[in-house]
């Protein structure tokens, strides 16, 4: 499974677009990209999920550039609520399937 | 649906102490995984299952073991209890549509090892 590499940090304030930067310079063919959210004291909560280009839902945007060795996670409008640890994978869901691999990911604290 | 449920929610152990971590969800998905998070790190993962009967190690296997009898359940057994085992335990069962997998985790269980 390709490595991926985040900030460990990021602050931001309510009403701002945040975008969380990841890369995965190693990143096969066959590997998806996906983002996953965490809150203290729970578990991690699936965002998003894409191969290329730009995919967008309800909660948030990923953008991926045509070479696929980074992707942004893009968060509208932040409230205090979006406080959370983002997580980025990278992987072949489809042949390796139960079998996540989970990097530092990124803490981004929402200010008011 | 419940979901993904965990029990128990905190234990704590003695050093060389056995126990069980039990693990069950009921939306039929056929991927199973454990994982633990220490403090301030990302979640490792320990083994996993891709349905009935098959499980395989993960990144850190060494000192717990799974089996998977049923489709529900997915139990994480401690042989001897190391103060390194020290952490929290997530389950997470996942089902494919096309190409994507989605992951759903249960809240957890904090064990300490004294």
């Known amino acids: 499974l390709a490595k991926t590499t985040q900030p460990i940090s990021m602050d931001s304030y309510e009403g701002q677009e945040v975008n969380i930067t990841c890369s995965h310079n190693?990143?096969?063919?066959?590997?998806?990209i996906t983002w996953y959210q965490q809150f203290p004291s729970q578990g991690p909560r699936f965002i998003i999920q894409?191969?290329?280009t730009k995919v967008t839902n309800e909660v948030a945007s990923l953008f991926i550039p045509a070479d696929r060795k980074s992707s942004t996670l893009s968060l509208p409008r932040v409230s205090l609520s979006d406080t959370a640890v983002y997580y980025c994978?990278?992987?072949?869901?489809?042949?390796?399937?139960?079998?996540?691999?989970f990097g530092q990911g990124t803490e981004l604290s929402v200010k008011p | 649906n419940a979901g993904v449920t965990q029990t128990p929610k905190f234990q704590v152990l003695k050093t060389g102490q056995s126990m069980t971590l039990q693990c069950a969800q009921d939306?039929?998905?056929?991927?199973m995984s454990w994982y633990r998070q220490d403090p301030g790190m990302g979640l490792r993962l320990i083994h996993y299952?891709?349905?009935?009967?098959?499980?395989d190690q993960g990144e850190v296997p060494n000192g717990y073991n799974v089996s998977r009898s049923t489709t529900e359940d997915f139990p994480l057994r401690l042989l001897s209890a190391a103060p390194s085992q020290t952490s929290v335990y997530f389950c997470?069962?996942?089902?494919?549509?096309?190409?994507?997998?989605?992951?759903?985790f249960g809240p957890g269980t904090r064990l300490l090892v004294l």
């Open positions: 997470a069962s996942s089902y494919r549509t096309g190409t994507q997998e989605t992951q759903y």
């Open positions: 190693n990143i096969a063919t066959n590997d998806y």
């Open positions: 894409g191969y290329k």
């Open positions: 994978l990278v992987g072949d869901f489809y042949n390796q399937g139960g079998k996540l691999i």
């Open positions: 939306m039929n998905h056929e991927y």
């Open positions: 299952s891709v349905g009935a009967g098959i499980t």
